[in-house]
RNA sequence: GCCCCGGUGGCGGAACUGGCAGACGCGGCAGACUCAAAAUCUGUUGGUGGCAACAUCGUGGGGGUUCGAGUCCCUCCCGGGGCACCA
């Protein structure tokens, strides 16, 4: 038998089970079904090793369910929208269309080269027509649902990207992509109704389970749901009041300012006659960008001169500001001050000498003692100070202010979000188009559907900035479809996370004329084990759990939560390297001299950066291609698996591949170069098995509970331990009664519990041991439960919590015979020698502690 | 600043509900095979002391609960992530 050819025998098995269609999925009522979904790649031109980890776990899953009997999905596709193909369009002179679907065709060898169970007849791409004919009949759809509109808002413009980004793609003032400083421009843009299901979107965080707590906790934040009360405060001298926002109402009597935003109406409405307050508010405008700044900006205020009358106290009056720290975008673009229990408040106070009055009474102050300095008190305690609220604690507090305010008509209870509308319209080409026409006569109206798809047209260039679509001489004139007169089309694209927010369910019947087939997602939906980064967290994972409740509002979907397991797997790093000239070097262009790292072509000393993810900038990456051209799938799939939990980042290195490596072809020798057959019928098990092939029996049935035990929870690492420590269990077996029995047996359950990490060589060494059908196709493997018990164990003996010796015993022995042989055990004795033994601990099974 | 999650040998990491810390792998060391190397195999590998059986220290620091703490409680330090004029 010869060395093990992982090239041949990869491209055999991948072959095989194409040819076979073993992972064909068809709705089946009669089996238990599982529907395992990666996150899809965005086809950037090459996989790297982040998909490998990614499909890596998600095949583990989907080939283990297979083989417990589930009927599995588990489908691919491209999330092949997005601005990079018109970078590389105006870069390169490339079409984006031939761009994206080159990439899709080089990634696309690259995943099947790794032995993905795919099934790759669902396989789908965001920029067909095919697809995306649906998203436009989805639109069309949230429209008559009023679950759309248009809208003129302050809209974050990226002014390198040249679009519009959600709130959502705007981090510390940048844009996502761009990384340029975002402006606010008011503009008309297209927006979903997600702040309609904020409430629910937060409540239902609950019940999903099988999501990991963080990426609910950021959800939960970012949602930002918050109790309080609207309050009128009437203003001296005007007929309509300024209606503020507060979650503190029980310290409504500590009030001593108001403050609204620099674009609130009011505000707007006296800079017109206040040349002084326009400059102040227009210096606001510029205000601090970005991150720094904002931290340390000044609290600064403006004051109007109005008054506002207190709810609660008819004579008492407090100064209104215009403030620099308060956001139109949130709440009512208006605050009332509480300087004594919230910091803000107070340092504006200070800074403007205002009344600083605490109202909440810590539980062990002193009423007449207790003063405000330098900072606020934001906790729990008692009303005083407050007329009728004195002596109410704070929950008590807010609730009777609230009551009062209701009973009085000033104001109402009010839940408030953080989470905004989703701005879904890009001024980009390569993208979904928006199926409406503008009409000077009608207005908005929808495109008839009988006309979708709304086609992106070929003939576009790039080599000015902006929207092609916007500059293109016929595309977008075209008749109104409501009264035929010349109109245009909409040439805004949606946001490629529409793209990936239906993505799922639309693989459960792909090329249906509909957007989804009823009884096909109501077979596979929901999606019970999602995989991918945490990354998206919130944006795609949020995004995808709004659309899914709309899509059950219009009909199209019977369920709320797409999904029902969510894994996020972690990063995978890579040392940086550089030059002394300070230009970053590729992995390979360095080696290792001992404890020097030089750099190959010049000899010269290099610098070692710390792990960090992988990322072309600082060509810390390793290609998929090329480990996979030089160790094989198997191998990789197995790195990845090994060491490193899934949840947290994966170290890559030399030395870690080269060690799964070894596993293969260790395998491969024990097996094929052995020539051991199996696995063997029952029926020739020997009547007698030696202590060691015994031994080696409940090791193999051990193993198959615990393997499955962790496939179960996603402990791949501690799987793969354990694999290997079957490996090593058998390889040990001599020659003794039974051994060639149990060996032939453990092999042969060894390659079934390998299979869905290494499914190639697994194949390879299940057909060499002589079975006639292929692993894909074959159940996972039963233990006997009378054989994962243990007969004996080792108990620890401790003197006063210290171990000092170990016991063989039978399982369940009595507490007097362990305390016995614990006793007489010859390194216990001396240490207790005659002293009085105060007490003695037995754990049943464990331990024995000897207390003296 | 607030909220999460981490911190265990030279390294990645095991340790189910408090019960033999360091499974498994990587790396190291010694040896076998070889003209030699690679590959492979055998042994060994937390620190300190000892020829040894063994002793002793040891899970970021300090304190506590317990017969017994990597695991529970308090407190501090360090690393990573999220949120941040959100009223």
């Known amino acids: 038998m010869a060395r093990y050819n992982f090239k041949t025998t990869e491209t055999k098995w991948q072959r095989f089970w194409e040819e076979r269609g073993c992972f064909a999925a068809t709705e089946d009522r009669s089996r238990p079904k599982y529907y395992v979904l990666e996150m899809f790649p965005y086809p950037s031109g090459r996989i790297h090793m982040g998909h490998v980890r990614n499909y890596t776990l998600g095949d583990v899953v989907a080939r283990y369910k297979r083989a417990r009997g589930f009927n599995v999905l588990h489908p691919m596709g491209w999330d092949a929208f997005g601005l990079p193909a018109e970078n590389a369009a105006r870069d390169s002179k490339v079409h984006p269309t031939k761009w994206t679907y080159d990439n899709i065709a080089t990634m696309r060898t690259e995943l099947k080269s790794m032995g993905l169970s795919l099934d790759w007849a669902r396989e789908i791409a965001t920029c067909h027509p095919g697809y995306y004919r649906h998203q436009q009949k989805l639109f069309l759809d949230f429209l008559k649902a009023g679950l759309v509109y248009r809208g003129e808002a302050f809209v974050n413009w990226d002014p390198v990207d040249h679009t519009v980004l959600a709130n959502e793609q705007v981090i510390d003032g940048r844009g996502w992509r761009s990384g340029a400083v975002v402006e606010k421009k008011k503009l008309s843009q297209w927006f979903l109704k997600i702040t309609d299901a904020a409430d629910d979107l937060a409540a239902a965080l609950d019940t999903l389970e099988r999501w990991p707590e963080k990426v609910r906790l950021m959800q939960e934040n970012w949602i930002g749901r918050s109790e309080g009360a609207r309050v009128n405060f009437r203003i001296q001298g005007r007929s309509d009041p300024i209606e503020i926002f507060t979650t503190r109402h029980d310290t409504l009597f500590g009030a001593s300012f108001l403050a609204i ?233 949606f946001d490629t996370f529409v793209d990936s927010s239906w993505y799922f369910a639309r693989y459960c019947s792909p090329r249906s004329d509909k957007p989804v087939e009823r009884d096909a997602v109501d077979y596979w939906m929901p999606v019970d084990q999602y995989i991918g980064g945490v990354e998206h967290a919130i944006l795609h994972l949020l995004y995808s759990r709004f659309f899914t409740r709309a899509m059950r509002h219009t009909g199209h979907l019977g369920l709320d939560e797409p999904f029902a397991g969510l894994f996020t797997q972690g990063m995978v790093c890579h040392e940086s390297y550089r030059a002394e000239d300070g230009k970053w070097l590729y992995p390979e262009e360095i080696e290792r001299r001992g404890d020097d790292v030089i750099q190959t072509a010049t000899g010269r000393p290099v610098a070692v950066g710390r792990r960090e993810v992988m990322s072309k900038s600082k060509k810390n990456v390793v290609a998929p291609s090329k480990i996979i051209g030089t160790y094989g799938a198997d191998t990789a799939r197995l790195f990845m698996l090994s060491d490193s939990p899934p949840d947290r980042d994966l170290d890559w290195s030399e030395a870690g591949i080269e060690g799964a490596w070894r596993y293969v072809n260790r ?74 029995w149990v060996k032939a047996e453990g092999l042969a359950r060894l390659v079934q519990l390998i299979g869905p990490m290494m499914p190639h060589v697994a194949e390879e060494l299940w057909q060499v041991m002589g079975n006639t059908t292929s692993l894909a196709e074959t159940p996972w493997p039963a233990y006997d439960p009378a054989l994962i018990d243990e007969q004996r164990v080792t108990l620890a003996i401790q003197v006063n919590g210290k171990l000092r010796a170990t016991l063989d015993m039978p399982v369940d022995s009595d507490r007097e015979s362990i305390e016995t042989e614990a006793l007489a055990h010859p390194n216990i004795a001396p240490l207790v020698g005659g002293k009085p033994v105060r007490k003695i601990v037995v754990v049943p099974n464990r331990v024995v502690n000897v207390v003296l």
């Open 261 to 493: 935003a620099p674009n609130h109406p009011v505000a707007l409405e006296l800079a017109k006659t206040d040349p002084k307050l326009k400059a102040f508010a227009a210096e606001c405008a510029r205000g601090p960008v970005g991150e720094a700044a904002l931290e340390t900006a000044e609290k600064m205020g403006y004051d109007t001169g109005l008054k506002a009358i207190h709810p609660f106290v008819a004579n008492k009056t407090v100064p209104v500001y215009v403030a620099n720290f308060v956001l139109m975008e949130y709440g009512t673009g208006a605050i009332f001050g509480c300087p004594a229990h919230d910091q803000r408040d107070l340092d504006f106070a200070r800074k403007y000498t205002l009344p600083v009055l605490p109202v909440i009474l810590p539980k062990s102050a002193d009423p007449k003692t207790f003063q405000i300095a330098d900072e606020a008190y934001v906790g729990d305690g008692v009303a005083y100070n407050s007329d009728f609220l004195d002596g109410l604690e704070v929950d008590a507090a807010k609730s009777a202010a609230a009551d009062r305010l209701e009973r009085d008509g000033a104001g109402t209870r009010e839940i408030m979000y953080r989470l905004r509308d989703w701005l879904v319209s890009r001024q980009r080409y390569w993208g979904c188009p928006i199926p409406v026409v503008h009409c000077d006569v009608c207005g908005i109206v929808p495109v008839p559907e009988t006309d979708l798809p709304i086609v992106l047209p070929d003939d576009v260039t790039f080599d000015v900035p902006g929207n092609p679509l916007d500059r293109h001489p016929t595309w977008r004139h075209v008749a109104c479809p409501s009264c035929q007169k010349p109109a245009r089309r909409e040439t805004d694209t």
């Open 667 to 740: 395998l491969w020798r024990l097996i094929a170069e052995a020539e051991v057959k199996g696995p063997p019928s029952p029926q020739s098990r020997p009547a007698s098995l030696s202590p060691a092939a015994d031994a080696a029996l409940r090791t193999v049935h051990k193993t198959i509970h615990w393997v499955s035990w962790d496939l179960d929870r996603f402990h791949f690492n501690k799987a793969v331990a354990r694999l290997r420590e079957l490996t090593n269990a058998l390889e040990e077996l001599k020659d003794d009664d039974g051994s060639a």
